[in-house]
């Protein structure tokens, strides 16, 4: 598809880029006088609110509230009870399952192979033969296994083809008309939830970028090393560092290309997009875009301002879980979108947030450590405030 965004330039208004943002903006969020309690429980909530106004991508709207730490009514209380007596033991043991079974299968194909080392990287996604096909089908089946246990029963996924009324071809003609496009170099989708990863692997088995810090954990590092995860060290400010965008380019070619689609992003609530790293098309292929949406009543799947073992716990509580998915045409870059690849990723944010119907920002994932911050320092005033109460 050629782009019909070409004209349009990245210059979103009413925000600060990541790039632009001024260094000297880390003032204290939330000030308080130790000696006037009252005056403290005053300032926190007016900041607290014009926090969420700022950091709008990261604020959570479910019933659990910010943190997941809200007042919940009765009822609430009544099904989450129920959820961890009756729910908890029998999925956690489920997904556990899963995930050593699958390590087992990756230990054993991986059996006398040495990983590829290149660029600072590790993995096995150079393997091919049946040990490749094993993982691949296997990784698929379990992927989708574990979002079965988790409560994701039904997902519901749409396809959009490229005629110009916008209509919603069935899945079948859109596989049809799909053989006669150039392959996608990278899958770019919304980052929601770590939940993402599951149905990407489900569906297509991508690579990743990930935390370096992955590639050391128990049963996930060598999971993650057989998708071909592609690890960078964020914090990183040496002269030699190539960060994502480098390392994707210098690897874009050389991984199979039956493996090489790519998903990056920072989590938000669902309801914002964030800006795409340039790395995932800098290789100036077309890009698949993905938007994944969580519909909720009670508890959002959505990984926002929640620590992750809360998050994990209330997850498994909920009875039903829903995920919809929409698949973008293949998306092919004008030759300006070649040339510019901060172009080329801005226009595809923008067809995604208009089919999406997403809010764009241009927050990132340092204004959500401060957020995230700024909420636990206000979590602590609070329990201080209430045992002076008490």
Known sequence: MESELKTLAPTPSGSLSESTMPIDDDRPL???DPNTPQIQSQVCNPNIEEMEKKYAAYVRHDVYGTMGRGEL?????????????????IRAVASMSILVIYYIICRLCTVLKAPNRED???????????????????????SRGLLFVFGFYWIRKTIRSNDAEGKVNNENESMDQSEDMERPGAIVSNHVSYLDILYHMSSSFPSFVAKRSVAKLPLVGLISKCLGCIYVQRESKSSNFKGVSGIFFSLFHSICLNSSPLTEGTTTNGDYILPFKTGAFLAKAPVLPVILRYPYQRFSPAWDSISGARHVLLLLCQFVNYMEVTQLPVYCPSQQEKDDPKLYAENVRRLMAREGNLILTDIGLAEKRVYHAALNGNNRMRTV??????
């Open 385 to 390: 405030l209430h045992q002076k109460d008490d």
């Open 120 to 142: 600072e990287q590790e993995d096995y996604a150079h393997m091919g033969g049946w040990r490749r096909a094993v993982i691949v089908q296997t990784g698929k089946f379990l």
């Open 30 to 32: 939330l000030k308080s």
């Open 73 to 89: 009514p009765w009822p609430e209380k009544l099904l989450l009870a129920l959820g961890l007596i009756l729910l908890v033991p």
